[in-house]
């Protein structure tokens, strides 16, 4: 059986995306949200593990300069909040105010219950895996999914209305029954319709099981989880920067969980406007993405970027200006 401390680094650092060459590359949109989602952890207090509200705000307000935000939010910006905490129960309030916060971010305030149905199915299917210690095996998976199912029938999370608790309990048994269904796909007695396009982490659980592993982030996870193969490298046999950097991003997470470091209180208030006012060849440090130097600076009609290089990868921030 591994120790806790390593299936917690295993699980961090195989959550990230590779590229098409297979690489790492923390460029990628879904990346960046995975380090914004640990760089935000406040382990200050003696109760859960959770994030601190000024640093995310100025965390999306510097992503909205470099990133590339896609409709909705991927479920992995959540693996560090999970990680880092012992069990759900302990986190539940912390995540719900999370999820909330990025909900209006992604202006999707209606998938709210849906993000929380399934960061439980996911920590679920965490906890089993760092339970066992090992992959699971094929006879395996049938049972954790009938964990999974009983755990979601048991799950009674009271909104601040009753029209609100109904809303939750009524989604809630849609998933159920998926998870249902899966499970008799899984022991043969019918077959699960599926579709890869569908953000519903059952349709990608589904596609698991049938051998369709994406190279998506989630899918990275996923089958880690439920011991399916992955075509990955092993970061731990890469020598580049951004690995690296990786590996001391997954250190971190497992010292914020074990209260080795305690992280500090986010005090300033910061832009990325203030790249814009720095010449090429400039080096200095920054509250969010912390050393930096300008490498380039372009401008096309009403667009500029200017192109940094830090220690997490190279950042394009762009702007729009108006003469």
Sequence with gaps: MQNTDLIIKELYTGSYELDQAGKLDLSLPTNRLILIGTKVLDNRSNGPINFDVDRLYDELVYFNSYGSKDDRCPLSFFLGIILANRSYQVYESCLIDLINKLMTFYTTPESLDNYIIEVFIIDSLIRAYIRSGEPSQEGDRVQIFKDIKDKLVSYNLIKESKKETIGFQLKKIKYIEKVHRLIDHLEGIASFKYDLDSPDLLDLLGGLVDGNIGRDSLSGLLAILLGYDKNDSNLER??????????????????????????????????????????????????????????????????????????????????????
């Design 238 to 323: 890469q020598d580049q920067e951004s690995e690296t950097f990786v590996l001391s991003m997954a250190d971190y997470l497992v010292d914020l969980r074990n209260r080795k470091k305690i992280s500090r209180k986010y005090q300033v208030k910061s832009s990325p406007r203030h790249f814009l006012k720095e010449e090429v060849g400039y080096q200095a440090k920054d509250p969010i993405l912390n050393r930096y130097r300008i490498v380039d600076k372009l401008r096309d009609g009403n667009t500029y970027i200017v192109r940094l290089e830090t220690k997490s990868g190279p950042y394009n921030m762009t702007y729009t200006i108006r003469d």
